[in-house]
């Protein structure tokens, strides 16, 4: 992959790239002036994905379904972990939102693909002749022998932001200078590849400005991880001494868990925490299963054109919950695909076909609040699934100056300021 520093302009570019690759422009008006397309899901997938329809065809029906009055975001989570940000940052309302769609707040609680009916709440309807369904994830709570829901509150997964999110900022505040932080991170795929690594960064910011006698473990269920090569520097840059990462060939993978004791334990032996952050193997949320659109895996397979599910005619899923090839689980991507959903909605719906999108995603990480390094891919539909076109994207080159770091950061920033402010804004 072509090394590269990711810069503003190229940032902007991309952007502008992914609205024209998706076909953001407006086919023919559909004739019938009542197609209904219902959304589930208001988070970075769903809500993009709402907003973009409703912009390029108007006449177009468009119901967003959210359970809660409020998101949270969870990229920069890693930041309110470790002291830097306040909660409230990473949290928006649907209020400008409901000005350009019909917003529900209930849980979708059911599908019936062969009404075309979503149930919502105890009895309501809403029936629809495309659903697209942007859920997010879910816990496997039988993943882990252990690991069962109320174990999260001693041994906080922090993967879905929120009260999980506040509770193990609370747990490292509370440590003893000199306690051992273990951060157990899961196989592929799950939510936010990247993030595991993020999170011991900035953990270990916050310790080694704190609590300087403390350490942190990773024990890892996989040999390799995105952006490894420029973590490990980092670490060794920023942080020596202080983050040990064990890969799964040498005995990383966590096996189990007691909440009880606090206390990891791999194939080689157990590890007793001051402070344990269990991430556990994921699937797509809840209502896809019940939807008839995930399948063995836990997952939900697509076409990577239309992003109409494999399983269900007249369903599209969208974002973390569907099986998308190369391209990872994340925000970014997710909000790529939606307008690329979007766009294959509307034509589908004008009776034309769809064209094929070519995706973009960019991932940053903090390894410090002043200290930023990214990846990017570009994806396009081949073989039946998106795959990443060799040599489009890039990561932040090996021995890059602090000076470069730290612009790296500050676009990191601004990514998350511009990307909320589009779909929120």
Not at 242 to 250: C, F, N, R
Request: some cysteine; overall charge positive; aromatic content about 8%.
């Amino acid at each position: 992959m072509t090394q590269h520093l990711v810069s503003r302009r190229d940032f902007l570019k991309r952007t502008a790239a992914t609205a024209a690759a998706v076909g953001l422009s407006a086919p023919a008006i559909a004739q019938n002036p009542s197609n209904r397309v219902v959304v589930v899901g208001g988070g970075f997938a769903g809500a993009t994905c709402a907003r973009a329809l409703k912009h390029i065809d108007p006449r177009t029906s468009v119901t967003l379904v959210e359970a809660s009055h409020t998101f949270t975001a969870c990229p920069f989570s890693n930041n309110v972990i470790a002291g830097l940000r306040d909660l409230k940052a990473q949290q928006f309302d649907y209020k400008k939102l409901e000005g350009a769609v019909e917003v529900t707040f209930e849980p979708a609680t059911r599908i019936d693909a062969d009404a075309r009916t979503v149930i919502i709440g105890d009895a309501g309807r809403l029936p629809y002749d495309r659903l697209v369904l942007a859920p997010g994830i879910d816990i496997r709570w039988d993943g882990l022998p252990g690991y069962v829901e109320s174990a999260a509150e001693r041994m906080p997964h922090a993967w879905r932001a929120g009260e999980q999110t506040l509770l193990l900022r609370k747990q490292l505040e509370s440590m003893e200078d000199g306690g051992l932080v273990v951060i157990s991170a899961p196989a592929n795929p799950f939510r936010c590849p990247p993030g595991p690594y993020e999170r011991a960064s900035l953990i270990a910011h916050y310790l080694k400005t704190h609590k300087p006698k403390s350490k942190i473990i990773i024990l890892d269920a996989k040999d390799a991880f995105s952006k490894q090569g420029l973590f490990l520097a980092a670490w060794k840059e920023l942080y020596p001494e202080l983050i040990e990462w064990v890969p799964l060939s040498k005995g990383g993978r966590v096996t189990s868990v007691d909440p009880a004791t606090n206390t990891l334990t791999t194939e080689f032996g157990s590890h007793k925490a001051a402070v344990a952050n269990v991430i556990p193997p994921q699937k797509a949320a809840r209502i896809a299963e019940l939807a008839g659109v995930a399948d063995k895996t836990g997952w939900c397979p697509i076409d990577p054109v239309t992003f109409e599910s494999k399983l269900q005619q007249n369903i599209h899923v969208i974002g973390d919950a569907c099986i998308a090839g190369g391209m990872p689980k994340s925000a970014f991507a997710a909000n790529s695909q939606a307008k690329a959903c979007a766009a294959a909605l509307a034509k589908l719906l004008a009776g034309e076909k769809p064209d094929e999108p070519k995706l973009i995603n960019t991932c940053y990480s903090l390894v410090a609040p002043d200290y930023g390094i990214s990846v990017a891919g570009v994806y396009t539909p081949l073989n039946g699934q998106l795959t990443d076109v060799k040599g489009a994207g890039g990561v932040s080159p090996a021995n890059a100056p602090r000076s470069a770091r730290e612009l790296e950061a500050n676009f990191a920033n601004g990514w998350f300021k511009t990307i909320t402010g589009e779909v929120f804004g």
